[in-house]
């Protein structure tokens, strides 16, 4: 017995489709977090390096914490959580976009927020979340500085 292909099953299939990707919606905005949004952009961006899955949560949950304001936009752009993990319109987006500011936002508080900068943006390494980072709050914290070592302590 063959499956003939015709209008009546393409038009099933795509009611099948839709059906489906609306149900995924509504469960994302039933139980979606702010936080899955930021995970999906770190996860993407920053696949390259070893990030404990924990230290991504944990930052997720301050930087959510931190945009406050933000917050009931990053629970709707957490129904594309899943597809930005692996595909991103950034590169079609022109400068000043608003998801671009955020995933460059997200990506660089991260950086500053772990010991990345510390170990010498050494990617072999495992990169751990310290703290939030954040230059009001935080005292002395300038991630990007370098000690000068003595002329002495060379020879």
């Not at 609306?22 to 039933?30: A, D, E, R």
């Not at 230290?55 to 933000?70: C, I, M």
Request: aromatic share 12%; with cysteine.
């Amino acid at each position: 017995m063959t499956i003939k292909f015709n209008r009546r099953l393409f038009l099933l299939g795509g009611l099948a489709s839709g059906i489906s990707v609306t149900g995924y919606g509504i469960f994302k905005w039933l139980t979606g977090q702010p936080q899955d949004i930021v995970v999906a952009i770190l996860k993407r961006r920053l696949g390259y390096l070893n990030i404990n899955h924990d230290d991504l949560l944990k930052f997720s949950s301050d930087y959510v914490a931190f945009k406050k304001s933000e917050q009931k936009k990053l629970r709707l752009l957490s129904l594309a959580s899943h597809p930005m993990r692996f595909f991103s319109p950034y590169a079609l987006l022109p400068q000043g976009n608003p998801l671009r500011r955020l995933e460059n936002n997200v990506v660089s508080q991260f950086l500053l927020s772990s010991n990345y900068f510390h170990d010498g943006e050494d990617d072999a390494k495992t990169i751990n979340y310290i703290q939030f980072y954040d230059p009001v709050n935080t005292i002395c914290a300038n991630p990007i500085m370098r000690f000068v070592q003595k002329a002495a302590a060379k020879k």
